[in-house]
């Protein structure tokens, strides 16, 4: 037996990669997170097939079929919203497989910061103004390290993708303002790439408000940054070098004018 973790993307069914679907396909068991990934992905599997819903296990339900299943020739299909890198609890079932001698293979995802980054239509490297992103979230019932808290990220005032935290607005709010200033632009992505999707702009001195007033407490994603400038205006970053005709590089060679 071998187990497949598969980024099952965002939400949006067409955003799943071609290699996780074919996966799906083929599987002979099925596992996904049923609290967030689209169950019309369920549909790529064959009909018939066994499918648990991991939102109702904990690890040792989850890990105790890998155990049963894995002396026979087969593939589970383990599915994790998004990529499963980010806040996806899937180190700790490749341990358990490695300790059982279970093969496993990881397919990555659409994560859900691309997609709200899409929805916007929005880049978050704008050269002059932050090539740096920074993926972070607040500390709940699952601890951050003390050397990662928000504080310390807002101080950089990078662009920053701040997962699981919608539901403490303004506390998020407060602690965003150690490093960045009111008038910031931010942005809240609820349900990204998901039919009943909902974007709210505004700044750190009134997104919190916003959101609230959009009924937005979970499911959603906070942007931050001077890079969402571009969402009202333009041309106050500086044009990529890249496709500057005067920059040469391996497939290019500059020219004057």
């Not at 939400?11 to 997170?33: Q, S, W």
């Not at 910031?184 to 039919?195: D, E, F, G, I, L």
Request: charged content about 25%; proline content about 5%; aromatic content about 8%.
């Amino acid at each position: 037996m071998k187990v497949y973790f598969i980024g099952a993307g965002p939400g949006d069914p067409e955003l799943l990669t071609l290699k996780g679907k074919n996966i799906i396909a083929r599987a002979d068991i099925v596992i996904y997170a049923g609290s967030l990934v689209n169950p019309r992905i369920l549909s790529f599997a064959q009909s018939g097939v066994p499918a648990f819903n991991s939102a109702e296990m904990d690890l040792q339900e989850v890990t105790r079929i890998y155990k049963r299943e894995k002396d026979r020739a087969g593939t589970i299909a383990r599915l994790h919203t998004g990529d499963p890198s980010l806040y996806g609890a899937i180190q700790e079932q490749i341990d358990f497989c490695r300790r059982e001698g279970i093969a496993v293979e990881v397919i990555p995802g659409v994560s859900s910061f691309f997609a709200a980054a899409a929805a916007l239509r929005q880049e978050f490297t704008l050269p002059g103004i932050s090539q740096s992103l920074v993926l972070t979230r607040m500390a709940g019932r699952t601890p951050v390290p003390d050397s990662e808290d928000i504080e310390g990220w807002a101080k950089h005032r990078s662009s920053m993708a701040i997962f699981l935290s919608a539901g403490s607005m303004e506390t998020l709010v407060q602690r965003l303002l150690a490093g960045y200033a009111e008038e910031t632009p931010a942005a809240v992505v609820y349900r990204a790439s998901w039919p009943d999707q909902k974007i709210v702009i505004g700044t750190l001195e009134n997104i919190a408000r916003k959101t609230a007033a959009a009924g937005i407490t979970r499911q959603a994603l906070v942007l931050v940054g001077d890079v969402l400038r571009s969402l009202n205006e333009d041309d106050f970053y500086e044009k990529s070098k890249l496709y500057d005709p005067s920059f040469s590089h391996g497939y290019r060679e500059g020219r004057d004018g």
